[in-house]
Structures are given as structure tokens and as C-alpha cells.
């Protein structure tokens, strides 16, 4: 039975090639579509999973409520780690680990920059990492020891052994590598060249092994097996209340590894999710674009359910059931399907390394991984099943004495289900362009976003300790040059905030009115070389050095209450500060959030960073060399880099143009496998008027009105997907501009827009198979009559 419906399918689509095109065409690019968005998606979901401990690890993070605002915050104090290892049964173990830091790591001649973690003794305990060379258990005894990767171990060491071999790490402290492990995995939170163990020795460190209110530090803990999540928390509440009894604005709670990845974001104090939505997006539009093929392929095949009608009538007539029909029509929409996921599979291996480049990962076609596997094989039956269920129920329940007479007419019941399909294409189709207009407009309307500095012409450079002793004279150098207008030092970059801190006390201040500043320290050019414009006061130029001067932004002295602020006295202790200046507001961190309440410090002893305005025309080339030539003067030994503070911006709105730039080039093919059906189902209604064409031609009727009489049906379609899409589409877009503190209104311009497009599109392709048809000789159409 099985040879017998193979045969006769393999002869039914040779025997209707452009039928088989067509649908190979259009469900082979939806396959493509949706296995590309699968290996992505299933990279996003198995983040972390190659830790053995994955189930139990937590990371302890803070809800700290200010009056102005609460904010979700990682940074821990360093005592609540080790605290946390002695007499809790419900925790195994903890790590403190600094974030990511970037160290100038030496061997020979060989100075690179590496990026890497300082760590407590049980990180190799908690976390799993295949080791290649040496012990997880001996590998950060040693506080002067490192482990380093092996692709960081290969750019020092080449294919020598590098365990045992010294290196110098800031050109001042010797380190013995004690071990290599693998690269960390793609889908790993943890990204690092080398890890290196606390130096508990050291008089910074030991300072904070008892300071429970600074905190700086990301601690995280393995619960034993079974235990309580909730009592587990509560232990870190009250460990750190106990510990911080002042503390009044913090609540801890501890988030699973499993949640790290795709639900990172948190709004007042709540998880709001995260990459998760993209994972569901895209599964979403996966699903749709699949869906799009399979109603082509209905479509198509109920449109020529006249050239089949016959042979069901003849194989009713000879003893054939319903049931084997129904077999061999979803037997030839499993085998076309099948066809069309080898092309898919193929063009999935073609376009996989252009995919990797564009969204940064390392993906391949494991045809190994049984999950991946299983989900090709679901691929291929839902699509066949999908794409073959209705043209199986609808030509097998033809009636065999109509279609032997024929007289088999196809009424309205069966149009309108491939009336309702088409407009099911269209509304799909309606809502992906729209969307994506809309998000794309959402994008640029975050860009344009006033920063309150100017972000062009300015160069980041990395401060050295030779630099800043030598800073008068760098700074000199560099004017002289004729290249730079202005130069100044600050504690972290303008494009972040490494520090927050609880507000001074001021004059007015309301009981129980806690407020949390972000916190930067600057020198006499801040606003100067950054561009910041001042709205009240003036900035640091010419401030004494032993000056307890600040700047506020806006957003302090509205969060604050300041009626008349500069001149403002803040006080934090015994110590006093006064408000000289009130800048606007600086966008630091995320561009779709408010800016929140900022102090700068006035601090004249140097800073982490220079910031180099360039003078307006400068080429930005020939500045570069002239202050690589000065770096080299007076710090010979320092790796020269720097950062265009405008593309360091730019780099905020990576995973945002990423999703659009996905989004867009899977809407598009979408749209295509909708055109490519809608060629195919024109060109079918075509091939079954032609003989009224051919009448309506002698009778004196025109190509214009031809296509017109064509083309009404198809736009009244189009008319009823825009009425169904155009509300969907608002709800949709409108629930989703709701997360940005500043978004767009949705425009009823963009549906007009989108709506002339889709008819357009429509006209193109019914237009040329209409004109195709009309311009058919009426004789050859008429003379079989």
C-alpha cells in the first residue's frame, strides 16, 4: 500500500511541476526560517545547563527601596560569603567573585589585556569546568596563583606546557599558572580568560572582610539538595539585617542560575523577564512563517481540486474508503515536505556561518543532539500534517457520481475556507510589517533621545598610574597638538555608573526621605570636555583642589525637593559639601529608562579615565596618532587603547537592533512565501477562467477591466485582513511600548502606510498573471467549445 501511494504521489507532482515548485519553494524557506530561529532559541535556553550543580546554584541579590525609586542590585558585601559557609545545613557552600576586570597579564614581551574574575576558594567547587591541565581542588590554593584558558594559555605559551610557567599580572605582582581549562561555552554566563583566588593577605582586602555596608562584590550559593529556597533566603535576610541594622531600605532573595539568562530584567523590585520574550517572539514568528507555507499548500491544492476530482471519483468508484484517500493525499504532502526539508537543510548549512556572524553566536548542525533531532523530525510532521490535513478531508469527501458527470461545481463552501486562509495570510502579514515599522521607529526614537552631553568628538582613554602622575604635562602635550579642545579625568566612563550610594542629608529634608545617587568623581574640566550643559550655577573650572564642591543633575534636585539648590549645604557625616552647579541629565546606563538623581564629586587627584574632546573638523585618525605618541612618551610601557564614546553608546542598543534586524529579515521572507502563494493561487484561478476570459475578450471586454474583475476579490481580501489586523496590531505594539519609560505613540499613518504596501504587493502579483492570461489569444482558449 505504502509503494502504491509513493508511486502515485511521485507522479502527481512531476505531472504538476509548477504546483510542486511553488510548494517546494515556499515550505522549504519556511523550514529554513524556522530551524535557523530554533537553534538560536534552543542556544538560549540551554545557557548554564553544563554546570552539574545547575538546579541548586543561587545568586544572592538585593531589592533596595529608596523613596524615589527601587532597583534590583547584584553587589553584595564581602562577609556574607564566608557567613554564609559555616552553620546553615540548607547551604553547601558560597562565592564572593568580583565582576569582569580587565588586567594587563604579561609573559616575556607578550603584554595582553585579558578579561577574567577574582574568586573565593570554592568556585571551582560550585561551577564545572572541564580542566585540562592540573586540579580544580589545588587550583586556587595559592593566592598568587592563575588559571587561565587554553585559548589565552596558546596566545602565551603556543602548544609549551604552561602550568608552572610565572607571569606578571599590572606589571607588578608575579603569578604561577596552576592550571588550563576549557574556553568557557558560548552559552555560558560566565565569559573569562584567566581566574585568579582572593589574596585574603592583602591590607585592601582585609579592610573589607568586616565592612558589611560597602558592597561591591557578587556572592552566589549552592543549596544542599531538597532544601528550602525559602529558608535559605531568609537566612541571607537575616544574616545581613543582623550585621546591618541601619540598613532599612534593602530586602535579599536569592535568583536560581536558570533564571539568569532569560529572565535578567527587574522593575520595582519585580521580575519582568528578559531575553525570554525574544526566545517566545521568535518561537512565535517560527510557528507563523511555518503556518504561512502550510496555507499556501492548502490553498494550492484545493484551488486544482478540479484536476483531482476525477481520479477521486474513479478510486471511490473502485472500492477506495475515505480513510485511504485521505492517506494518500497527506502521504504526498509528507513527501513533498520531506523534499523540501533536505533543500532546507541544505540552505540552513549554507547560511548557518552568515547567521552565526550576525547574531554572535558559534551554532552548528549537530545531527547527534537528539533534542535536536527529535525537534526536526516534529518539524517535518507538523508541516506535512499541517500543510495536508485540509486539501485530505476536502478532496477525498468529493462525491464520486457528481465528479464522473461533472457537475461537480465548487460552490461557496468551498471557497470560503480558502477565503478565510488567504485572509489569514494577509493579516499575518499586516501585523509582521507593522511591527516591525513600529519597532524600528522605537529604535530611532531611543537614539535621538537628548543624552544632556554630547557624545561626538570624544575619546575614552584608560588612565595609567604614570599617566596621572604625569598629568599636567600629558594635558599640555595634548593641546599642543592644536587637535584637542578639552581634557578631563573621571572615575568611571560617561557611558556607565560604577558606583551608588544613599543621598546626603540637606536642609528640608523630610523624615524618612531616603533617596539613592548615582555617584562619579571629576576633575576642573568635566562639563567642559563632556559636552554637559549646566542649567543653574557654573561647573569646576577654577574650584580650589581642597574644595568639597558638587555638581546635581536634574533629576536629584527634583527628586530632592531643592527649591533654590546651588548653594545647597549636603552633609555626610561630619563631612560637608556644596552644590556649585545643576547639570542636566546624563544618560549613563540604559537610554529607555529615566535618569536617575546624580552627584559628581570634585576630585582633582586623577580619575580611571581621561575624556578627550577633539576639536570640531579634526580628523579623528590624526588625533589618535598624535595621543598614542604622547601615551607612549610618558608611559612607555602601557598598552595604547582607547573607546569613541559615541560607539561605546551605540553598543547599549547591540541586542535591540539585533532582534529588529532578525525580526525584519524573517518578516520579509514571510512576506514572500505570502506572495509566493498568492502567485500561485492567482495563477491558478487564472488557468480555470481562461475560457471566461476568452468569452469576455470577443465580447469586447479589455485588459483593464480584465485585471480589475480579477483583482477586486483579492483587494476585498486584503480590505477584511486590514480591518481584522489593524486592532490586533495596536493592542500587540501598544502592550509592548508599555515596558519603555519613553516610547512612540503608534500612528495611525503606519497602518495607512503599511496597508497601500500590501495593496500594491497584491496588484503586482495578481496583475502579472491577470495581464499574462487576458493576453491569451480568446480562439486557442474557445475552440475546444
Known sequence: MLKNYFKIAWRNLFRNKAFAATNLLGLAIGMTCSILIFLWVHDELSYDKFHANYKDIYQVIANRDFKNS????????????????????????????????????????????????????????MFSWKFLKGSPASAIIDPSSIVLTAGAAKSYFGNDEAVGKTMKLDDNELVRVSAVVADAPDNSTFKFDFIQPFNYSDSNLKSQMNEWYNSSWNVFVQLTPGASVAAAQKIVDDLKRAHSPNDKVSSYFLFPMSR??????????????GMIEYVRLFSVIAVIILLIACINFMNLSTARSEKRAREVGVRKTLGSDRGQLMAQFLFESIILTAMSFVIALLAVWLLLPGFNLMVDKHMSLDLTDPVFVTALVLIILF?????????????????????????????????????????SQFVISILLISATIIVYRQLQYVKNRDMGYDPNNLISLPNTDLLNKNFPAFRNDLQATGLIRAVARTFSPVTDVWWR??????????????????????????????????????????????????????????????AHP??????????????????????????????????????????????????????????????????RKYDPAAIFEFHFVNQDFEKKFL???????????FAGLAIFICCLGLAGLASFTMERRVREFGIRKVLGASVPQLLGLISQEFLRLVAIAFIIAVPLTWWAMSSWLEKYAFHIPISPW??????????????????????????????????TE
Request: no cysteine; charged share 20%; hydrophobic share 40%.
Open 566 to 631: 546651588v548653594g545647597a549645604v549636603l552633609r555626610y557625616g561630619s563631612k560637608h559639601f556644596t552644590v556649585i552647579g545643576i547639570t542636566d541629565n546624563v544618560v549613563m546606563e540604559s537610554p529607555y529608562k529615566p535618569v536617575d538623581p546624580q552627584m559628581v564629586y570634585y576630585a582633582m587627584g586623577g580619575g580611571n579615565f581621561f575624556n578627550i574632546r577633539l576639536k570640531d573638523g579634526v580628523a579623528p585618525q590624526k588625533a589618535i596618532e598624535a595621543l598614542r605618541a604622547l601615551v
Open 70 to 125: 527601587m532597583f534590583t542590585d547584584k553587589n553584595m558585601a564581602f562577609p556574607l560569603g564566608p557567613a554564609l559557609e559555616h552553620g546553615y545545613p540548607q547551604i553547601k557552600t558560597a562565592v564572593e567573585m568580583t565582576y569582569p576586570q580587565q588586567r594587563l597579564l604579561a609573559f616575556g614581551d607578550n603584554r595582553v589585556k585579558k578579561t577574567g574574575y577574582t574568586v573565593s576558594g570554592h568556585f571551582f567547587d
Open 260 to 273: 539568569w539568562r532569560l529572565y535578567s530584567d527587574f522593575k520595582d523590585g519585580k521580575n519582568t523577564g
Open 655 to 665: 541586542a535591540e537592533e539585533l532582534i529588529s534586524k532578525i525580526t525584519n529579515i
Open 501 to 562: 550610594s544613599p543621598a546626603p542629608h540637606w536642609e528640608g529634608q523630610l523624615p524618612g526621605q531616603e533617596i539613592i545617587f548615582m555617584g562619579q568623581r571629576a576633575d576642573e574640566h568635566y562639563t567642559d570636555a563632556l559636552g554637559i550643559r549646566l542649567l543653574e550655577g557654573k561647573g569646576f573650572t577654577g574650584t580650589p583642589s581642597d574644595s568639597g564642591s558638587v555638581l546635581l543633575n536634574k533629576a536629584a534636585v527634583d527628586a530632592m525637593h531643592l
Open 750 to 783: 503606519t497602518f495607512v502606510a503599511v496597508g497601500l504596501l500590501l495593496l500594491a504587493l497584491t496588484l503586482f502579483v495578481v496583475g502579472i498573471n491577470t495581464i499574462r492570461s487576458a493576453m491569451r489569444n480568446p480562439v486557442k482558449s474557445l475552440r
Open 383 to 423: 508541516t506535512g500534517i499541517i500543510a495536508g490535513s485540509y486539501p485530505a478531508f476536502y478532496l477525498s469527501s468529493f462525491n464520486p457520481v457528481k465528479v464522473l458527470k461533472g457537475t461537480l461545481v465548487a460552490g461557496r463552501k468551498a471557497i470560503l475556507p480558502r477565503r478565510v486562509l488567504v485572509v
